[in-house]
């Protein structure tokens, strides 16, 4: 599994040095809107309803105040609109970096 050997905030991304060599960078208002989190991506039902949640908010302006590497697989984000229930698995955080 791929991890990060280094994370830091740059101006208003988060830039991340992968044990691989290979380094990602995250504008923290994307990174905000790309919360794993129910709160966010709201939560499904066993039907495979989505409850809640509000993935297409605009978080402009929304900066990154630190962070909690969890276990050896996720960080947690705090973020300035005080959000910072997001796991973002190691895993995840790779896929977003091709995407952001």
Known sequence: MIAPTNIQLIGQEIAIVWDDGSESYYPCDR??????????????????????????????????????????????????????????SYNYLKQLSENI
Do not use: I, M
Not at 54 to 76: I, S
């Open 31 to 88: 990174l905000r809107a790309a919360s794993p989190s129910a709160e966010t991506q709201g939560e499904r039902d066993v039907l495979g309803q989505v409850h809640g949640g509000n993935p297409h908010r605009n978080f402009e302006g929304v900066t990154v105040k630190g962070w909690q590497v969890v276990g050896n697989y996720a960080v947690r984000f705090q973020f300035s609109d005080g959000h910072g229930t997001g796991l973002y």
